[in-house]
């Protein structure tokens, strides 16, 4: 088994070819982008944390033209704002079928599963995972979502697993140290 040297360790290189090929990025959003936590305040206001690191990874893998979905089972305005301010333009919330809202948005986009990569961390998220090639779970992951995997990040959910994968999907294009910009 090849091996190649990344800012995150040794990686199998035909994982990181699976990453050169990827023209969709579909990550679920709790316990993906946040820790999973949701915190409640008594006057029923819902909040969630984000990791500027991750945003700016999502800004950086769409400036090379790679596309970005987040498809979650819940509804959300928090998330809604938040991907916007990245330029996310497919955010599916609600999604009862993960897979069946991932297939739709293949289809659309005209992008097979070979080239879509998911990241999950419970079990729901196996409906994506079954309509993508790449298969990633956070380190943090449920161990059933984990053995489902052919990659886990080093890093957990809300606290830079997302932007590990888009690193890594930079690293595998040759653009890891060309990308500049924000992290809004």
């Known amino acids: ?6 800012i995150y360790g040794s990686i199998d290189r035909a994982i990181l070819e699976q990453f050169a090929g990827i023209k969709l990025l579909a990550c679920d959003v709790d316990g993906v982008f946040s820790d999973g936590r949701i915190y409640l305040g008594n006057q029923g206001e ?27 089972g819940r509804r ?5 704002g938040r991907m916007q301010s990245l330029g996310v333009q497919h955010i599916e919330q609600g999604c009862e079928d993960k897979s069946e809202a ?30 993508s090639e790449l298969r990633i779970a956070v380190a943090d992951a449920h161990p059933l979502v984990q053995a489902q995997a052919n990659y886990l990040t080093q890093m957990r959910g809300g606290f830079g697993a997302v932007r590990e994968i888009c690193d890594l999907i930079l690293h595998a294009n ?11």
């Open 1 to 6: 088994m090849a091996q190649e040297t990344t």
């Open 46 to 72: 819902e909040l969630k944390a984000f990791h500027t690191r991750d945003g700016y990874g999502i800004k950086a893998i769409q400036s090379i033209g790679i596309q970005v979905a987040v498809v979650t």
């Open 76 to 80: 959300s305005n928090i998330v809604e």
């Open 102 to 131: 991932l297939r739709h948005l293949q289809e659309k986009l005209s992008i097979s599963p070979v080239e879509t990569a998911s990241v999950g961390d419970d079990m729901p998220d196996l409906g994506m995972f079954a309509s």
């Open 174 to 184: 040759n653009k890891l140290y060309d990308i500049y910009g924000s992290s809004t």
